[in-house]
T-cell receptor
C-alpha cells in the first residue's frame, strides 16, 4: 500500500521550455502533497506544500511564478517548471500523506536536465 | 530554526559488521522523527516513525531508537543489499497544531562489502 507514482522519471529539454511533472497517489487519497528538490549529495529541500483544492504554500526563496503547483484532486498534484533554465536542473521528488500524523510516501523522482 | 545533523557522512562496513547511524536534532517541539532509506536515483522509502524518547522500533536488521536529542539507526549483521543512503527527518508542532512538514538531514551513505 501507499504507492506514489511520479511521471516522467527523466526529462531533457532546451532552455526556455516549460516542463510538467505529475505526482499520483495510486492506492490512497492524499490530503496533502509535497514537492522537494534534491541536489547531489544534499538533503531534500522542501519547495512547497499543496492541499487539494487550495493554493500551494511555498517555502521561502521558492518562486511561485516559476514553479506552478496544481492539486486538482485527492490523487493528483502537478508541478510545472516554467521557462526552465540550466540552473533549474535537479532531481524533483513528490510525496503524499493521508493525514498530518502519517508518514510521507515518496515518488521515485524526476531527473530534470535543461540544456 | 529546526536543524537535523546526521553522522557520519559515509560509512563502509564489512558484511556482518554491526554499526549505528546517528541523527542529532534541534527543534522547537518534536512531533515525530522519521527514518527513510533512499537508493540511487529513487525516492525515499519509509522505514520508521518515532514519537517519544525511549521509543524503539525494529524491522529485520534495523532498529531505531530515540532520545530527547538524537536518534540512532542500529544495523545488525548488515548485508550488501542494505547499502543505501539513510535519511533522518523531523516533524514539529506548528503554531496551529500538527505540521506535516519534514526537515531532512543530509543523509548517511552506507556501503556494505560482501
Amino acid at each position: 500500500g501507499a504507492v506514489v507514482s511520479q511521471h516522467p522519471s527523466r526529462v531533457i529539454c532546451k532552455s526556455g521550455t516549460s516542463v510538467k511533472i505529475e505526482c499520483r497517489s495510486l492506492d490512497f487519497q492524499a490530503t496533502t502533497m509535497f514537492w522537494y528538490r534534491q541536489f547531489p549529495k544534499q538533503s531534500l529541500m522542501l519547495m512547497a506544500t499543496s492541499n487539494e483544492g487550495s493554493k500551494a504554500t511555498y517555502e521561502q526563496g521558492v518562486e511561485k511564478d516559476k514553479f506552478l503547483i496544481n492539486h486538482a484532486s485527492l490523487t493528483l498534484s502537478t508541478l510545472t517548471v516554467t521557462s526552465a533554465h540550466p540552473e533549474d536542473s535537479s532531481f524533483y521528488i513528490c510525496s503524499a500523506v493521508t493525514g498530518s500524523n502519517q508518514p510521507q510516501h515518496f515518488g521515485d523522482g524526476t531527473r530534470l536536465s535543461i540544456l | 530554526e529546526d536543524q537535523v545533523t546526521q553522522s557520519p557522512e559515509a560509512l563502509r562496513l564489512q558484511e556482518g559488521e554491526s554499526s549505528s547511524l546517528n541523527c542529532s536534532y534541534t527543534v522547537s517541539g518534536l512531533r515525530g522523527l522519521f527514518w527513510y532509506r533512499q537508493d540511487p536515483g529513487k525516492g525515499p522509502e519509509f522505514l520508521f516513525t518515532l514519537y517519544s524518547a525511549g521509543e524503539e522500533k525494529e524491522k529485520e536488521r534495523l532498529k531505531a531508537t530515540l532520545t530527547k536529542k538524537e536518534s540512532f539507526l542500529h544495523i545488525t549483521a548488515p548485508k550488501p543489499e542494505d547499502s543505501a543512503t539513510y535519511l533522518c527527518a523531523v516533524q514539529v508542532w506548528g503554531a496551529t497544531g500538527a505540521n506535516s512538514k519534514l526537515t531532512f538531514g543530509k543523509g548517511i551513505t552506507l556501503s556494505v562489502r560482501p
